[in-house]
C-alpha cells in the first residue's frame, strides 16, 4: 500500500482492442486465469493496473482495476509510487484514438488535482524498465501539454 502517490504512468496493452482482448481478458491473464498465462503458477490478486481505458460498444469507459489504497503491479520499483494507467489498444501501430486520449486526459487531470502529482511526474513504463510502453505513436510531451490546458 502506498501511503502517498508520487507518479502516474501510462501503459499500453500492446494488444488490439477488441472482445477477446479486453480489461477483463488482461485481468484473467494478470490472474492466471488464461491457458497460456505466465502467472498460472504465481497469479496476482487482480490486475496489475489500477484504472484502464477501453472502447465499448462505441464509447471509450475508464474501467476500475486494484484499489488505490493497493500497490500496483506494473512495474518494478515504481509499484509503490505509480498509480498504473493501462490503455487499452498498440500504439507503436497506431496513435491513441480521440476519444481514449480524452477519457485518458480526464482521468489523470483528476488524479493529479486530487492527489498534488506535478505534471513531470506523468510518466511512461519506458522511463523506468526498457519497454515501449505506452507505444512509439503516444507522445508523453503531448498528453502533458494538453493536460497542464485542462488544468
Not at 66 to 91: S, Y
Not at 104 to 110: A, C, H, M, N, R
Request: aromatic share 10%; net charge neutral; proline share 5%.
Amino acid at each position: 500500500m502506498s501511503d502517498r502517490w508520487f507518479y502516474v504512468m501510462l501503459h499500453h496493452s500492446l494488444t488490439e482492442d477488441g472482445s477477446t482482448v479486453s480489461w477483463q481478458a488482461i485481468r484473467r491473464w494478470h490472474k492466471g486465469l488464461h491457458p497460456d498465462s505466465p502467472y498460472r503458477s504465481k497469479p496476482m490478486i487482480d490486475i496489475g493496473y489500477h484504472f484502464g481505458i477501453e472502447l465499448i460498444n462505441d464509447e471509450y469507459e475508464i474501467l476500475v482495476g486494484r484499489d488505490l489504497g493497493q500497490a500496483g503491479a506494473h512495474c518494478v520499483g515504481m509499484n509503490h509510487k505509480a498509480i498504473g494507467i493501462c490503455f487499452v489498444g498498440n500504439f507503436d501501430l497506431a496513435p491513441v484514438p480521440d476519444g481514449q486520449w480524452e477519457k485518458g486526459l480526464q482521468l489523470v487531470s483528476g488524479l493529479v488535482k486530487s492527489l498534488d502529482i506535478p505534471l513531470v511526474n506523468i510518466v511512461g513504463h519506458r522511463d523506468y524498465a526498457p519497454k515501449g510502453c505506452p507505444g512509439k505513436m503516444f507522445s508523453l510531451e503531448k498528453f502533458r501539454q494538453d493536460l497542464w490546458m485542462k488544468l
